[in-house]
């Protein structure tokens, strides 16, 4: 009898282990860890020499590094935008850079990339930046729920702040709810005019601990000693203090992660290092040697191996993806007078290519990316073209969802590249600068004529606008030197008019 009992369970077993294998290898854990203002050349294992990234360095070494991965986009709001949806920002108005008030951009009634794995019973999780707007307008009562956010578009749980680390309100929002909000001290906010008696940073400049670069307008309501873009009243005990926030998030991604550890999760962990104000937390500061900048990356690096270690002792790590990516390329001044520019030390944000944040040259939208998936994704470089709009139809393909003919129309299939299964990516790409789109093919790169500035003086970046059509060999010129639109008329016409039919349908 014993005999038979064991016999059974030993069968059982046997049947077990393979189903619960299968189980797990169908659905991983999916951490997304994105990264804001991080340029192509920002970690040694893209090259940079002045600055040493170990432990996004093992990540690549133990998975794929994309050579050719894009945001849509060279700003924030419209990649983010693109990597919820499926769809190009530019086809929608009001997807440019948000303001800290505005109202949720992300339709509640269509396909977003949580609310797909919501459907396939993960826990999704938001922890970071958010940038997407919320509520239903830019007048909301910020002492109370505020909905539809994140919450209402796929996420089970969110611990966000609403735009930037330099746009107010400085607070964060747990579930439609500001994190220490209090009644006798009502948070209210405004972008056109100052609100409440406190000081502004254009006022009073020498209650600053960071200054203002001149010019860029960083100078409205003084928050921990900093500047921000707009004005905001109240909210004493729910503003955060820059230099502990990142340390914040890092224990909310791993609450999430710790208390999702037996079920399937996916985390999108977008960090706000290295955005402007650059306010490391004291273990970092000065160890770069490069300014603020650099021990910001020191910071976010360091803030991956957390995660790491974390999934490692909870002995989840075989069976959980880490996607790691940058929202846009690099920027130094952006704002304050951080040392960016005056410690840059020889150090190549942009590696080698042409222009940065807000440009639609490369390094606009080139950015770094890492996948990682132990036993199942072997080491390598990839030179496959993919960007990060194409992981909501490559999910809803892996899990075998098909989506609304209507929705993410600009999503693309990418399973096997962005696997390493193959070094085919996308045949066409779309990319927007600040000003102008610009369209790749092959090994060619069209940018379309746009009548706006050259260059962004206040960054010092060179935004890739030119009354002229451009036209770049990629393959040839990946510093994007030499404009050979006058010697390939017929490419010209080719890729203006295939932008065009893109734009139009
Ligand atoms: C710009 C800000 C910049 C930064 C950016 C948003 C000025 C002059 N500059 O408008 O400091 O906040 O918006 O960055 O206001 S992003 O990465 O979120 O797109
Ligand atoms: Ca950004």
Redesign the pocket.
């Known amino acids: 009898m014993r005999f038979r009992n064991s016999f059974c369970f030993l069968i059982a077993l046997l049947w077990a282990i393979p189903c619960l294998a299968q189980k797990t290898a169908d659905r991983p854990n999916v951490i997304f860890i994105y990264v ?2 991080l340029g192509y050349g920002d970690l040694s294992c893209y090259g940079a020499t002045k600055i040493k990234t170990p432990h996004l360095d093992k990540l690549a070494n133990s998975g794929i590094r994309f050579t050719n991965a894009h945001a849509t986009s ?6 983010r935008y693109a990597l919820m949806t499926g769809q190009y920002p530019w086809r929608k108005s009001g997807t440019g ?2 303001p800290g008030d505005a109202a949720l951009i992300i339709p509640t009634d269509k396909i977003t990339l949580p609310a797909l794995f919501q459907q396939k019973g993960y826990r999704t999780g938001l922890v970071g ?1 958010w ?1 997407l707007g919320l509520g239903n307008a830019v007048q909301k009562n910020w002492n109370q729920k505020i909905t539809p956010g994140p919450n209402e578009v796929g996420f089970n749980y969110s611990f966000i702040f609403p ?5 107010v309100p400085t607070v964060f929002v747990e579930n439609n709810y500001v994190v220490a909000r209090d009644s006798t001290d009502p948070i209210e906010v405004n972008y056109q005019s100052k609100i409440g008696t406190e000081p502004t940073g254009l006022e009073n400049p020498e209650l600053l601990k960071l200054q203002s670069s001149p ?4 100078n409205n309501t003084i928050v921990n000693g900093i500047g921000r ?1 707009g004005y905001m009243s109240g909210g004493k005990l729910a503003r955060w203090t820059d230099e502990e926030m990142p340390l914040t998030f890092l224990a909310k991604a791993k609450e999430f992660i710790e208390s999702n550890k037996a079920h399937p999760f996916f985390l999108f962990y977008a960090l706000t290092e290295p ?2 104000p650059r306010m490391p937390s004291t273990m970092f500061r000065g160890k770069s040697g490069l300014g603020l900048r650099g021990d910001a990356i020191l910071q976010l690096d360091w803030t991956v191996g957390e995660i790491v270690s974390q999934l490692q002792n909870l002995g989840i790590a075989d069976n959980t993806m880490i996607i790691f990516s940058s ?2 390329g690099p ?1 130094l001044d ?3 007078q951080d040392g960016a520019v005056s410690q840059l030390n020889g150090h190549r944000p942009w590696w080698e290519l042409r222009g940065g ?2 440009s639609t040259f490369e390094a606009g939208t080139r950015v770094p990316m890492l996948i990682s998936w132990p036993g199942k994704i072997k080491a390598q470089v990839s030179d496959a073209m993919v960007s990060q709009i194409d992981f909501l139809a490559t999910f809803a393909q892996f899990f075998n969802k098909k989506l609304p003919s209507n929705e993410a129309p600009d999503s693309e299939d990418m399973w096997n590249p962005l696997l390493g299964k193959s070094t085919e990516g996308r045949k066409v790409l779309v990319k927007q600068g600040m000003n102008s789109l610009a369209i790749v093919k092959g090994e060619w790169k069209y940018i379309e004529p746009h009548a706006g500035p050259a260059v962004n003086k ?2 010092n970046i060179e935004l890739g606008n030119s009354s002229l059509p451009q036209l770049y060999n990629l393959k040839t010129d990946i510093s994007e030197k030499n404009n050979v639109a006058n010697q390939h008329l017929e490419v010209v016409k080719e890729l203006s008019e295939l932008l065009q039919r893109i734009k139009d349908k």
């Open positions: 804001d203002d060279a700003t924030c709001t419209p990649s850079i948000l930046k940038h735009a930037t680390a330099d746009r010019n860029h307008g960083h873009i955005h402007v929202d846009n920027v952006d704002g304050y944040k807000y206040l960054v």
